[in-house]
Structure formats: structure tokens, C-alpha cells
């Protein structure tokens, strides 16, 4: 089971409120918005990562990269100062099967972000990038910049969406206090003000 692409459900959408003035990211508003319905959750609520993954059956388990059986050396590897900047991962199996990965050196707040990045890579059917531990004369990873961007914004906008977050800065709440609501990173939440043209509203915030 998938979150549901409803095209009669997004139009319905436009002029409620819900989307941001900036058009160029309502596909990814429009996902997250799918999402939150598929978990039956309130626009304000704080999504649960766990349930969003049960959505996907293609997904064997979500794990923290201390549970993958690992020689010494790559675990190093995992815990380096390089690899604070590796967050998570899709491991494909031959059956069509995936499990997921992420850093556990990482704070809570951006595992949300990771696993949701993650979550919309399966979900929208972004074809695994190779990823090298050991590079030998090539790059660490592939990198497709669309699939990557389209994948955060997505999760982004589900972890905090517009309409909510608007009537918070309205009421003069802090992004630290938004953070706090949504359980994410003030980084996630000034990403999100950004790319939904609220910054006008953060001279509001207050409490």
C-alpha cells in the first residue's frame, strides 16, 4: 500500500489554504498532504516516521546502521568524521524488497528527516543510486539532484506542512517552538518557511 495520488482530492486543494504561493512546489506539497491523509492525520499533528513505513510492504525493516553486521573497519567507516554527513539509505534485495538504513549518530530530529527523504524515494519509485564505502577512483555515491530534492521536499512538507505552519508564525510562535511541536530541526522548519514564502511572517515570532 502506497499513500493514495487522488487527482480530484489535490484539485479540491487549491484555494483552501492549504498549498503555498509557490507553485513550483506543489507536487511535493501535494505528496506530503497524501501521506498525512493516508495516516488519517490532523494538519497539526506530529507524524509518526514507524507508520508511515508500515504504508510501504515492499519495506523489510527500518534499522539503525549498528544493527547491520559490519567488520570493525566499517563501522569505523560509519562513525568517522566523514560519515557524520551520511544520514540514510535504501538497500535493495534481488526479490524487489528494501531495507532501510540510517545513521544512529545522528540526532532524532534529523532521523525523521532522513527516514522520510527515504520513505518518498520507494514512494514515488526513484530508481537506488550506487552508493561505494570504499571508493577506489570513483565517487562515494551517485547523485541525482531532482530525485534528491524531490524526495526531501516531500518529506519536509509532510513533517511540517504549510497551512499549520503559517498559523503558527501568524500567532507569533517561535520557529524553536515549531520545531519542538513538529519534532524536527529548526533547520527543517527555516527550510520550510523558505520555500513556502512565509519568511515575511518570522518578524512575528515571539513565543
Known amino acids: ?3 493514495p495520488r487522488n487527482s480530484a482530492i489535490r484539485l479540491r486543494r487549491k484555494g483552501t489554504g492549504v498549498l503555498p504561493p509557490n507553485p513550483l512546489r506543489w507536487e511535493q506539497e501535494h505528496n506530503g498532504l497524501d501521506l498525512r491523509l493516508a495516516l488519517e492525520l490532523s494538519p497539526e499533528g506530529r507524524l509518526d516516521h514507524v507508520q508511515a513505513f508500515n504504508l510501504l510492504d515492499e519495506v523489510l525493516g527500518v534499522i539503525p546502521h549498528t ?3 559490519l567488520s570493525r573497519a566499517e563501522l ?3 562513525s568517522g568524521a566523514k560519515a557524520r554527513r551520511w544520514s540514510g539509505m535504501c538497500v535493495p534485495f534481488p526479490e524487489g524488497d528494501f531495507l532501510v538504513v ?3 549518530n545522528h540526532p532524532e530530529t534529523r532521523i525523521r528527516a532522513t527516514l522520510m527523504e527515504e520513505f518518498f524515494h520507494l ?3 526513484h530508481t537506488p543510486t550506487t552508493v561505494r564505502a570504499f571508493p577506489v577512483g570513483e565517487k562515494a555515491r551517485d547523485y ?3 530525485k534528491e530534492s524531490e524526495a526531501f521536499g516531500s518529506g519536509a512538507a509532510a513533517l511540517v506542512p504549510y497551512k499549520p505552519l503559517r498559523e503558527m508564525l501568524q500567532s507569533g510562535m517561535t520557529m524553536h517552538h515549531i520545531a519542538r511541536h513538529f519534532h524536527v530541526s529548526e533547520q527543517l ?3 520550510r518557511v523558505k520555500v513556502s514564502k512565509l519568511t515575511r511572517l518570522t518578524h512575528l515570532s515571539t513565543v
Request: aromatic share 14%.
Open 123 to 125: 514512494c514515488l519509485g
Open 102 to 104: 540510517y545513521n544512529a
Open 76 to 78: 569505523q567507516h560509519f
Open 189 to 191: 522548519v527555516e527550510f
Open 1 to 3: 500500500m502506497k499513500p
Open 144 to 146: 541525482d539532484s531532482g
Open 67 to 69: 544493527q547491520l553486521t
